[in-house]
């Protein structure tokens, strides 16, 4: 019966509202009859954000555990009679996709946690066209999909950074922070970190400057600040590193950022790029202290990129937070294949920086919409009152960086819109990197933006709305039980043809039939 359910729900899929409630219960499965019931709002306002926005559970636990995944929960439904505004940090992070592929091939079950929905869409190429003149384009589409209640419409917000100037890159001054403890030992982690960084000191120009940081028991500097064009000693110096004794992640980073201050090109490209398993556990191992030490580079206009490797002893919470901080992006590498799209493929087109504390609100029209829900960036959240303050952090966005937000939406009964009615508006919020200076673009959803049934949605629209609920039953969420891994597969091998045809898709694909006897 499910199986047939699905089918018909992946041919047409009607747009439908709902009756106006405050409580968004979950339903039984895809395309059930338990949709979302809105009930008479709370008498109490709630929280302008109510959701966790820090790390506080995760990293309370000092010496870390053998694998620590922040717990954050899951985004509630809420009434837009109560808080019509939606604010988050824009965020490029990518791990959590990786990392759960890499425990995949190798046959086990990822922890809930390390699941965060964000990060696997934002894994994919949206096809998003760059702006013309502006630093941002913004762009939005919607519709049904099978894998929502027939009450609920997803929302795709999507944001496109312009493409590097075609004009030569600024120079930059990059500080390789490498973990030689000999947990990098396993797994053949240090070679594949070493791999990965040669491939990207290959890019590397004359006027590019580079230094390397190893760090175990205690940091020193294995290469001065050295021009990018000397790639005999890069290369020496990146394979005299072996796997050594503890890990003494905050030495590292003092000498990383004390480095990178010395080789500082004023109104160029500056880094940190950290790589490690995150198993700290001699030193300072207070992750507050390590905070402060990326915040203080951050404050330099030095941003971090931190990288993951290996599985069995990992501190994924550490590694997000560190990148959060430094206003950078946290990517995880499992083969030479994703080295080469984070070190070649992204970290050298998109060195040049086009935002900084970069924050979208949306604000949703109560008249067309009873209740929303954002699916991940649990812990990015903005209080809507602090949109426009310079004390809450958003993300730095790279050239051609692109970022998606995906939304379950109810939509009111009774609600007649023309084409032309308003359903939210998209407000984007930045810092520009030369200026300093706070910028805003906006942009309306309309009633006509939203396609009429899921087959004649946009391919990307539809891979989205797969990887998200791919994510969302791995991690458990409540907002749909009762459809598992096989009801998956059914709706990935329905869907496959009308995906974009890319290697990344077809892995994805792949996945999932690997997983299909989870239950």
Known sequence: MRRALLCCALLAVS????????????????????????????????EAHPWPTAFAQATSQIPYPPVVFPSLGTNPYVDTTQDHLSTFGLDVDTASYTVVRNYVAQGMRPNSDSVRPEEWVNYFDQGYAAPETDAFAIHTDGGPTPFLSESEVLLRVGIKARDAYSGQRPPAALTFVIDVSGSM???????????????????????????????????????????????????????????????????????????????????????????????????????????????????????????????????????????????????????????????????????DTVALDAKAQIDFDPQAVAGYRLIGYEDRGVPDQSFRSSSSTGGAIGAGHQVTALYALVLRTGWDGSGNARIATVTLRWTDPSSHRATEMAQDFYRADLTRSFSAADPHFKLDSLVAATAEVLRNSPWIPGYGVHDLQIAAIQLAPQLPQTAEVRDFVNMIDQIKDWG
């Not at 106006?20 to 009930?39: D, E, L, R, V």
């Open 15 to 46: 747009v439908v509202g709902c009756s106006s409630s405050a409580t968004f219960p979950p339903y039984s499965g895809p395309n059930g009859n338990n949709a979302p019931i809105i009930s008479t709002p709370a008498a109490s306002a709630p």
């Open 185 to 351: 030992g396993g797994e053949g982690r240090l070679e594949l970190v070493k791999q990965s960084l040669a491939l990207l000191a290959e890019q590397l120009r004359s006027d590019d400057r580079l230094a390397i940081v190893a760090f175990s028991t205690d940091a020193r500097t294995v290469l001065e600040s050295t021009r990018g064009s000397d790639r005999n000693a890069i290369l020496n110096a990146l394979s005299q590193l072996q796997p050594e004794n503890s890990t003494n992640t905050e030495a590292g980073l003092r000498l990383g950022y004390e480095l990178e201050r010395g080789q500082f090109i004023e109104g160029g490209i500056d880094r940190v790029i950290l790589a490690t398993d995150g198993v700290a556990n001699v030193g300072n191992t207070d992750p507050n202290v390590m905070l402060d030490e990326v915040g203080s580079g951050t404050s330099s206009n030095i941003q971090m990129v931190a990288v993951g490797v290996g599985t069995g002893n990992y501190n994924d919470a550490l590694l997000e937070q560190l990148a959060d901080k430094g206003e950078g992006y946290y990517a995880f590498i499992d083969s030479m294949d994703e080295a080469h799209r984070v070190f070649v493929d992204r970290l050298m087109t998109t060195l």
